[in-house]
């Protein structure tokens, strides 16, 4: 194991770090790790892995635009000579996995993972600005530093705001051969039975009358109480996201997320955010800070959605969702993946700044939870994530909080 500081003169550091970051509005990339260690002990990085996994769903399931019989996931295992290893996970789309072990590896591989700072700055150097490489290996590496220093990643950045943080269920999604009209009304009841306080509805395959009427359905299920999101997945053109928007207004939905098409330049949501009362969320596939920034400025969304997994990791989310906050812009970090982002992103959403007003309701962190079958979530831990009146508990553990079952990650494993 490599040395460590004495308790005493780590909090001391920490706390300093605490004060200047604080002091300049962000905590950016690891500052209290960089301030309490700024000559880390000796740990090498010995190797750097990829596991693409994959499983077969019994029937196709998704939003508006596609459907898929299939989950899929990339891991990233990072290990060291001391034996200490830090797991990742992003998603595998435009040859991510090719960059991490074609590219990042190299980066990685003979470096001290202590130092974060450096090795950040380092792989978006190398892959010519792949938030996904990035953010695969960078969950791996707080994941890792986390268990060396004997923290959680939420304490490596002076301590969570909170200890649990309130679920919303990503459900309802279409499903291959059901109605929308037979599926989503009692799925919404079983989740609000289930305990869950807010869920988001997939909508915009069928038309505005019908999915409208999905909606009312859905709102007379789980009744005033519960807040809906609903998510169209790109499927609506600018007058018709307007139109469909003031009825989300009349049945008080929460937001309406990226119902125009996505792509980095996220093109017209500007015009949607002035043109509707309701919360407009997106920016899922932002890949940067430097993307979000420009979106932020120009105010495309109400709700900042940057993901762990897909745009850089932890600390650049954290810097979008701070840097947001600036311009009273909410943050809700999307989260569709498995066990090792939904960690993180709970470490993350423990971190954001408490309430302050504005928000029609309030400004409460919340994770979404995918709520279908996803062997990625429940079965490569060793303990399942557990719904308790609405929220989750932020795990307090080193690193993520969480233990891989490594027999179950070679069992999805694709072979190549």
Same mark, same amino acid.
């Given at each position: ?13 920490? *706390?300093? $770090? @605490? %004060?200047?970051? #604080? ?6 990339? &690891?500052?209290?790790?960089?301030? !309490? =260690? ?94 996904? *490489?990035? $953010? @695969? %290996?960078?969950? #791996? ?6 268990? &060396?220093?004997?923290?959680?990643? !939420? =304490? ?98 929460? %937001? ?161």
């Amino acid at each position: 194991m490599p040395s460590q500081l004495p308790r005493r003169e780590f909090f001391v550091r920490a *706390a300093t $770090a @605490g %004060c200047l970051g #604080a002091a300049s509005g962000f905590l950016t990339e &690891a500052d209290l790790i960089v301030a !309490a =260690d700024p000559k880390p002990s000796s740990l090498t990085i010995t190797k750097v892995e990829t596991f693409a996994l994959a499983h077969k769903l019994p029937k196709a399931i998704g939003p508006s635009v596609a459907l898929s019989n299939e989950r899929d996931a990339l891991l990233v295992k990072i290990s060291t000579d001391s034996g200490l290893v830090g797991w990742g996970e992003t998603a595998d789309v435009g040859g991510t996995r090719g960059i991490i072990e074609g590219h990042l590896k190299h980066v990685l591989l003979g470096k001290n993972p202590l130092e974060h700072r450096k090795l950040w700055r380092s792989m978006w150097g190398a892959n010519f600005g792949d938030g996904r *490489a990035v $953010a @695969g %290996c960078d969950i #791996a590496l707080h994941d890792l530093r986390g268990k &060396a220093l004997g923290l959680s990643i !939420a =304490d490596m950045y002076g301590g969570r705001q909170r200890d649990k943080i309130m679920g919303y269920a990503a459900a309802m999604n279409y499903t291959e051969g059901v109605r929308p009209e037979d599926q989503h009304p009692p799925e919404a009841a079983a989740l609000a039975k289930r305990g869950f306080l807010a869920m988001k509805i997939r909508t915009g395959r069928y038309g505005f009358k019908r999915d409208l009427a999905v909606m009312e359905k859905i709102r007379a299920a789980v009744g005033p109480d519960v807040k809906l999101l609903t998510d169209g997945n790109g499927a609506f053109t600018l007058p018709q996201a307007v139109k469909f928007g003031k009825e989300l207004e009349r049945l008080d939905f929460y %937001c309406f997320e990226e119902p125009l098409p996505q792509a980095p330049n996220y093109a017209g949501y500007d015009e949607l955010t002035k043109s509707l009362d309701i919360a407009v969320a997106g920016g899922e596939v932002l890949d940067s800070r430097a993307t979000a920034k420009d979106h932020i400025v120009k105010r495309s969304f109400d709700i900042i959605q940057a993901d762990v997994c897909l745009c850089g990791g932890i600390a650049e989310v954290l810097f979008i969702s701070e840097m947001a906050r600036l311009f009273g812009i909410q943050a809700l970090p999307h989260c569709w993946a498995g066990a090792i982002v939904i960690a993180a992103s709970l470490q993350l959403n423990s971190l954001l700044a408490p309430h302050f007003q504005g928000f029609a309701n309030g400004d409460e962190p919340m994770m979404e939870f995918d709520t279908y079958e996803n062997p990625f979530r429940d079965e490569i831990v060793t303990k399942k994530f557990e719904l308790k009146n609405g929220y989750f508990d932020v795990p307090t553990g080193p690193g993520l909080g969480i233990e891989i079952n490594e027999e179950v990650v070679k069992k999805y494993a694709v072979k190549s």
